[in-house]
């Protein structure tokens, strides 16, 4: 790949990584480090495998010290059609929330683990709040058998609010399990122009899953 790429922790990068063979897969890099070979150090990049198992590829790289940016055969920035692809699979979430770089946002799925109300271990919620960002004050509101609202407000940013039920208030985030996995979920935008009767446009998204057991605080 000849893309300079860079070290910081927290970069969406490409990685070419032996997986049943050798596939290009999304990557998330954890930083540089010393390596045990003289004048080398190594930059870590943690990637997903098919089988949803998440591992820490080692790239050795030239130099004496780590730099801000480096060239990598194996490892670059993805082009826009491959970082759309990947965002819209929500596999860049997915590395983020497990290397603790992210933690649940608007629009998130919640699945229950147990029954509620008239919800039953298993069903998904969702996670009200803006997209790509946490709720504020570090708790949100979970609504199941949802009808889910998903469009852009004036300021650009995208709204998520659900109605349906049963629903929490205020659940703290901290409460919530990461899973690994992902769902597709049914949401709705208005049209172009002015909302109305009739102008609801239906689509799917696929975000992060979240597990919640009721009554048990982390």
């Known amino acids: ?3 300079l790429v860079p070290t910081a922790p927290g970069t969406r990068v ?3 990584v032996y997986d049943a063979g050798t596939v290009l897969t999304p990557g998330v890099v ?4 010393p390596s045990r070979r003289a004048g080398r150090f190594v930059l870590r990049v943690l990637v997903r ?3 949803g198992e998440f591992h820490i590829e080692e790239y050795l790289v030239p130099g004496w010290a780590p730099a801000a940016r480096i060239h990598h055969d194996y490892v670059g920035v993805p082009g ?3 970082r759309q692809t990947w965002e819209g699979l929500a596999l860049w979430d997915l ?4 290397a603790g770089l992210r933690g649940p946002h608007g629009g998130d799925a919640v699945r229950l683990t147990t029954a509620w109300y008239e919800a039953n271990a298993g069903d998904i919620g969702v996670l009200d709040g803006f997209v790509g960002q946490p709720p504020p004050r570090g708790q949100g509101r979970i609504t199941f058998n949802a009808s889910t609202f998903r469009g852009p407000t004036r300021r650009g940013r995208i709204l998520v609010q659900a109605s349906g039920g049963p629903g929490s208030i205020t659940t703290p985030l901290s409460d919530l399990a990461k899973t690994g996995q992902t769902a597709t979920l049914p949401v709705w935008r208005w049209q172009p122009g002015a909302p109305g009767s009739g102008r609801g446009q239906e689509y799917t998204v696929t975000v992060p899953v979240w597990d919640w057991t009721p009554g048990v605080s982390s």
């Open 1 to 3: 790949m000849s893309d």
């Open 14 to 16: 490409s990685a070419l």
């Open 30 to 33: 954890l930083g540089p480090q």
């Open 49 to 51: 495998r098919r089988s």
């Open 80 to 82: 826009d059609e491959l």
């Open 95 to 98: 590395l983020e929330i497990e």
